[in-house]
Nanobody
Framework: QVQLIESGGGLVQAGGSLRLSCAAS????????MAWFRQAPGKEREFVAG????????NYVDSVKGRFTISRDNAKKMGYLQMNSLKPEDTAVYYC????????????WGQGTQVTVSS
């Protein structure tokens, strides 16, 4: 079993930066792919970025390319999302997720962390 806990969210002005962290428990984390999703008020959850267990990038949603960077440290059982040049439209609850395959569904989810970007 895998447990995921996000942290690092908060309130930031447009143009600022935040780094989200996802702490994982469970000895199988290093073999799992992971991803970040977000859900803005009144909108459906969307995929933001994904990374394979090896560190190879899966993809970024077009709206964050060039601004966000996904990474992981398997030795520390941590995943990260570095967010730069934040925009008000980035405001959302951000979730980390993990799974053994990259097939459009994700088995394990964290509780989410709020990111609010003011204009």
């Amino acid at each position: 079993q895998v447990q995921l806990i996000e942290s690092g969210g908060g309130l930031v002005q447009a143009g600022g930066s935040l780094r989200l962290s996802c702490a994982a428990s469970g000895r199988t984390f290093s073999s799992l792919h992971m991803a970040w999703f977000r859900q803005a008020p009144g909108k459906e959850r969307e995929f933001v970025a994904g990374i394979r267990w090896s560190g190879d990038i899966i993809n970024y949603v077009d709206s964050v390319k060039g601004r966000f960077t996904i990474s992981r440290d398997n030795a520390k059982k941590m995943g990260y999302l570095q967010m730069n040049s934040l925009k008000p439209e980035d405001t959302a609850v951000y979730y980390c997720a993990a799974d053994g395959t990259v097939a459009g569904s994700w088995r394990y989810w964290g509780q989410g962390t709020q990111v609010t970007v003011s204009s």
